[in-house]
């Protein structure tokens, strides 16, 4: 159904030339309440793209209010409540213009720099600002959302210390994530700097796993790192944009 609205959607943008209104629309926003130097092309496609996700999240709300409410309440998963859901959404909205300003602004002056070879420039400012999101999100984003605290002491901490140590996995600190305040949902992973990794429990897998199947899982994430999945994947990405 989600696919369906989507396609729906897509094709009004194609049938009534959607997006060339709205860069008229915003044109006239930007002569009638902003002052002339505002006026260029980079503040133009700015106000371009934040009304466009805007009016894009807005219409992906109820999708997202049936799949949370609805769908994952039908099968006991959910856990947030409205208001909680509705902080999300205006972080989320806030974080968009904070990071999207900057980011879109510097892609449309490469653009403008670079000529006819915007592209090979561009290409490396997107490997560049992927290896800075990676390094940011856990550290000023993920708080935003999520509380992480130590693991406590015990037969868990125990348990996944020795298959680091086994594995020879450069672990620094372990975390327990609070994803019950949003979903019943189980996961864990790790994040970090090569020489520097984190480990991160959902205390959902915690409270509904003896530590022994923890660490199994755990073994599971860990064995993407020992084979250097992410950095297969992302060295692939660079010259192939659509793989997985």
């Not at 999300?88 to 909205?93: N, P, V």
């Not at 868990?156 to 609070?178: Q, S």
């Not at 996961?187 to 199947?213: C, M, Q, R």
């Not at 993407?224 to 793989?243: D, Y």
């Amino acid at each position: 159904m989600s696919s369906i609205i989507n396609i729906l959607q897509e094709a009004a943008v194609i049938k009534w030339d959607l997006f060339a209104k709205l860069w008229g629309f915003t044109g006239l926003l930007l002569a009638k309440y902003f002052p002339t130097r505002f006026s260029g092309e980079i503040t133009h496609s700015l106000v371009f793209f934040l009304i466009f996700y805007f009016v894009n999240t807005a219409l992906g709300l109820p999708i997202s209010y049936y799949h949370a409410f609805i769908l994952e309440e039908k099968f006991g998963f959910n856990k947030q409540t409205v208001k909680l859901w509705i902080q999300d959404t205006i972080k989320g909205q806030a974080l968009a213009v904070v990071i999207g300003i900057p980011v879109i602004s510097a892609l449309l002056k490469i653009v403008q720099k670079t000529g006819n070879l915007f592209f090979f420039y561009l290409w490396l400012f997107s490997i560049g600002l992927q290896v800075f999101a990676i390094t940011i999100y856990p550290i000023m984003i993920l708080p935003l959302f999520n509380k992480l605290t130590p693991l406590e002491d015990g037969d868990l901490k125990t348990g996944v210390e020795k298959l680091a140590t086994r594995l020879k996995f450069p672990l620094k600190e372990l975390h327990v994530i609070d994803g019950s305040k949003r979903s019943a949902h189980s996961n864990a992973y790790f994040y970090g700097l090569p020489w520097k990794k984190h480990i991160v429990i959902y205390d959902t897998l915690i409270e509904k796993s003896e530590p022994e199947e923890v660490v199994a899982v755990l073994g599971h994430e860990l064995g993407h790192w020992k084979l250097n999945h992410t950095g297969k994947l992302f060295m692939i990405s660079q010259v192939r944009p659509n793989a997985p």
